[in-house]
């Protein structure tokens, strides 16, 4: 058993020989990749050299690990991570022999469920602790698949109402297969809205779909207003809706996001072939729509196409001025939803290299994603997160095209991830891919479905960040970037800006100093900067940042040698109030911000 589609694949922690025979039973058991303990494990997907850090890094990703070692090992290394048992990733430990199987985090969101999947495969026990599951063999926060909870905060009370010696009342389906008495704690299954409590939890058979259609640029209130009153009419439950659907075209519309999110629910989306597919089932065809969008029906063609051959219309179209909602009903709870999803592009910075130096949200970001799109090295620096993902590498150089590609795979309803060093909108791929999303497709632009897709920036330690953590406090006061790169930047545009920057006195950081060609500029910015700061300027030297190969030197502004630079330095020159501080562990580099004049000022008043 896999956990399900949306959610990110389990990894199988292997530590030792003696229990990889086991780690491969169960990877194979629950479609999933074994990590193994280099040195330690002969056979493995990946491999790591720290077992600590590489939980910690897989839990920081939101990966659910199953580790082949003692438990202790695993809560030591997620444990400065737990935040929130609602949102925490799965944890589950098994012993060598396979004997037994217990989960540590994540019970009530599918470890239990997890655990005694793969203690059945392994034909051993699963040692589930939660009270629900041990005193009645169910955990009433956690219903099958394709049923919603609509009031989690009460299950704790029902919980210990029920170990206390209430009974269970059953209304509707037994979805927990529970013995039903005439008294106790409610347990309502309905597509209605109920009021939950303490002694009633209800929940809601996810068979529903809404069908949306709307006018460009459409009110996203108009739409939420006319879902409220579809939903109302029909007496069905918001957490009984399992997904909203719409024709592709209308993908980027606000009045389709904003829903969706708000009912936390997946917006999917079909091809107008598609919903023409559904036109004999429709119960109000447009010719007019068809002119339009190519289908005789978006509202009604996209419910029915979402719940399937056997699905009908709980609510047929009903129109607003800008929008128009329907509302589809399966036979059974949606579990394995149709259509596709918007398409995701995110666009991650992983930092200059170490994985400790990588933000949660990247890691999670490029879990979640199908694809890893970059450049071949930036690719390798994300070790284990990378395997088993599909990999689009590219070369130096073909900067454009890496976008172009990403956007085109996101607006096939991927969720892809394109990988930068660095922070993603410094001298990276962001800004780019914000350009070809600006242009129209005769414009040497992205086509229409690329401009529909969610683009996601998340932020990433910069390699101007990490060289300024590595000397101390270079940029306690006022600094700039600038790249010495001339393949896109006129030389006259670099030139202008650095006798700007030199003037103004701003510490700099030279992002690209030089290649195998260009040699000149770092010199030439030397020798520019020398003519308005002192020749004793400290001047650091950060090479491969974050990696085994570090290498941190400083200079003095006028022994700055091109020769000792290359392209994975970053330069980062002092103003002319910048200093080398002695230390025990050695120089450390920093710029006062004005401190001292007021420190000087208050030691002035102390000795008058």
């Known amino acids: 058993m896999a956990l399900k589609s949306g959610s990110v694949n389990p990894v199988v922690m292997a530590l030792s020989r003696s229990g990889e025979p086991t780690a491969h039973r169960v990877a194979k058991a629950i479609g999933a990749q074994v990590h193994g303990r280099k040195g330690r494990v002969d056979a493995a997907d990946a491999f790591f050299g720290n077992a600590l850090d590489h939980a910690r890094e897989l839990f920081a990703a939101g990966t659910p690990i199953v580790g082949v070692c003692a438990s202790g090992i695993l809560i030591r290394g997620v444990a400065p991570l737990l935040a929130d048992k609602r949102t925490d990733p799965i944890v589950i430990s098994v012993s060598d022999d396979g004997g037994v199987v217990v989960p540590l985090l994540g019970g009530h969101r599918g470890a239990n469920r997890l655990a005694k999947q793969i ?3 392994l034909g051993s026990v699963a040692a589930v602790t939660t009270a629900g599951d041990v005193a009645m063999g169910v955990a009433l926060d956690e219903p099958p698949l394709g049923y919603r909870l609509a009031n989690p905060e009460d299950a704790k009370g029902a919980m210990a109402e029920m170990l206390g010696g209430a009974g269970v009342r059953v209304t509707g389906e037994n979805i927990f297969d529970i013995e ?20 009633t939890l209800v929940y809601h058979p996810q068979r529903f779909v809404l069908g949306l259609g709307c006018a460009r640029n459409a009110d996203p209130a108009e739409m939420w207003e006319q879902v409220q009153t579809v939903l109302r009419d029909a007496g069905v439950a918001e957490g009984a809706i399992a997904a909203v659907a719409s024709i592709d075209l209308k993908g980027d519309e606000p009045a389709m996001i904003e829903t969706a999110k708000r009912l936390g629910k997946p917006l999917r989306l079909f091809t107008a072939a598609e919903l023409e597919a559904e036109t004999p089932r429709l119960q109000n065809p447009s010719d007019v729509v068809f002119a339009e969008v190519g289908c005789h ?35 059974e709870p949606l579990i394995d939803l149709q259509g596709r999803s918007r398409g995701r592009l995110s666009i991650v910075g992983i930092g200059p290299g170490q994985a400790s130096w990588r933000t949660p949200e990247v890691s999670r970001l490029v879990a979640d994603a199908e694809e890893l799109v970059g450049y071949g090295l930036y690719i390798d620096l994300l070790g284990p997160l990378a395997i088993g993902k599909t990999r689009s590498d590219f070369p130096l150089g073909g900067e454009e095209a890496r976008c172009r590609y990403a ?29 070809l999303m600006d242009r129209g497709e005769d414009e040497m632009g992205v086509s229409d479905a690329a401009h529909r897709v969610e683009v996601v920036c998340s932020p990433g330690v910069s390699a ?16 700039c970037a600038i790249s010495l790169s001339d393949l896109l930047t006129p030389r006259d545009d670099i030139l202008r800006r650095l006798k700007t920057a030199a003037e103004g006195d701003f510490v700099i950081a030279f992002y690209n100093p030089v290649s195998k060609t260009r040699r000149t500029l770092l010199a030439e910015a030397r020798d520019i900067l020398l003519k308005h700061r002192p ?20 200079r003095r502004l006028d022994e700055l040698e091109v020769d000792e630079v290359d392209m994975l330095t970053v330069v980062l020159v002092g ?28 030691l002035s008043e102390q000795a008058s």
Request: proline fraction near 4%.
């Open 297 to 331: 029906g978006v509202s009604e063609g996209a419910a029915l196409a979402s719940v399937g051959a056997t699905g009908s219309l709980r609510v047929a179209k009903t129109k607003t001025a800008n929008v128009t909602v329907a509302l589809g009903e399966a036979v």
């Open 575 to 602: 103003s002319s109030n910048s200093k080398l501080a002695q230390l025990g562990e050695g120089p450390r580099m920093y710029t006062p911000r004005g401190y001292a004049r007021k420190i000087d000022g208050d």
């Open 407 to 435: 956007l085109e795979q996101a607006a096939l309803g991927k969720n892809v991830a394109l990988v930068c060093s660095g922070d993603a909108g410094i001298y990276a791929m962001g800004a780019l891919v914000f350009e």
């Open 180 to 199: 039903n008495d005439d008294t106790g704690v409610d347990l309502i299954v309905s597509d209605a809205p109920v009021e939950g409590s303490e002694t």
């Open 464 to 479: 101007l960040q990490g060289a300024a953590a590595r000397a101390g406090a270079p940029l306690g006061h006022d600094f």
């Open 119 to 121: 203690a059945d495969d």
């Open 535 to 554: 020749a004793d300027t400290p001047v650091m030297l950060a090479s491969s940042l974050g990696r085994p190969e570090e290498h941190v030197r400083y």
